[in-house]
Structures are given as C-alpha cells and as structure tokens.
C-alpha cells in the first residue's frame, strides 16, 4: 500500500501524491512513462511492462508495426496511446512519452514537451471508462531526467488544474505515485513554499486525523 503524503481537494475530486510502487497501486486507469518505441526497455516503463506480462508487450509490438506502416513512430513524443493493463492492477493503461531531458533538443524545450504529454493523457483519459481513479508515475521524472524541482511543481499545476478547472474530467482521484525519493522531496518543499498557489485545498492534516479515507 503506498503511503499518503499530500491530499489537496479540488473542484471535481482530489489529488495525493503517494510514495510506494506504482505496479500495486488499484485504479480503473494507470498511466506507464513509455518511450517513442513502446519497448519498455529502461527505467519504470521497463518495470512496469515486465509486471503487466508478455501480453503487453506483444500489444506494444503489434501498436509498433501498425504505425510502422506508415513512417510513424509507435507514439510520439508528447503523444499517448492506450491498451489493456493486463496484470497491472488497473483496466486500462495509457503510455505516454515525456520529454527526454538527456537529449539536448527535448531538454530546450521541456516545459511545452510536459505540457503536451500531460494534455495527451488528459484526452485518452477522458474518452476511457471507467475513469474514477487514475494511478499516475510523474511523467518525465524517472530515467528521463527532468530536472525535480522545476518537474514537481509542474505536476502539481498540471494535474490539480485539470481537476479543479473547465470541465469535469469524470475523474474522482489522481493518485500520484512515485518511488523517487528525490522527486518526493522536492515535491514536498514545491508544497510547502507554494501551497496557497495551487488549486484547491489542502486536505492533508484532516486525513492524517483519520478524518476520511
């Protein structure tokens, strides 16, 4: 079970930042940080594709050949596509392909790359159902080498906007789930220096006092 370390209520349902292993984490929908190839080859995309099982990966392959076809890469970056989560616990699973910080093209424009990554996964979310729950990795903050503290208060602009601002997402809870022990620090003092900034409330003391659930 991962450990709660932030609760914030918004408009259409709330956000927690988590610490725990994403792989065992209950949601109708799971977000995997996927590369340009859908291969799974490093990082917690690796990870969370060998916990998902060989299905997966024949799907990845079969995406792969498909877009192939027509000079596309399996998904772009900033793009996201979604197939069944297979043993992950979860009924869909949407890859998407954050900025590449380790390349310097990607890096220069990292914060709009983000950006567009997590506008991609709002939109395959919306047109998925369920959706009352989605288990999120931050995107871009793994192997990829976003750079924490910039990345963390991203996240939390990105994701709490979309849930508490336009339109109701059809989404009830963000789980955001990380194991990064630098990333969880950073987002911590991201937290606490601009708390009143954010959208929504902190709900955080009240679910420590067992208030709710």
Known sequence: MAEVIIVRECKYG???????????????????????RLAGREGLDEVMQLAAGPELRAACTEIAKEKRKTNSQPCGVGEAVTTSAYNLPAEHLVHVVGPDCRR????????ELLKKSYDSLFTEVE?????????????????????????????????????????????????????EQSFLKNMKTVYRESE?????VDRTREYRKGKFQ
């Not at 927690?16 to 340009?36: H, K, L, W, Y």
């Not at 310097?104 to 914060?111: A, F, H, K, S, W």
């Not at 910039?150 to 990380?178: C, F, K, Q, S, Y």
């Not at 009143?196 to 929504?200: I, K, R, S």
């Open 127 to 179: 047109n998925l159902e369920p959706r009352k729950t989605l288990v999120l990795p931050p995107l871009g903050m793994d192997v990829f080498s976003y750079p924490h503290r910039e990345g963390a208060r991203m996240t939390m602009e990105i994701v709490l906007a979309w849930m508490d601002e336009g339109e109701d997402p059809g989404v009830d809870m963000v789980l955001i789930v990380t194991n």
């Open 14 to 36: 709330q956000v927690r930042v988590c610490f725990g292993n994403v792989t065992r984490v209950e949601g109708d929908i799971m977000v995997i940080p996927a590369n340009n």
């Open 104 to 111: 310097p093209t990607q890096d220069q424009y990292r914060r």
């Open 196 to 200: 009143d900034q954010f959208p929504g």
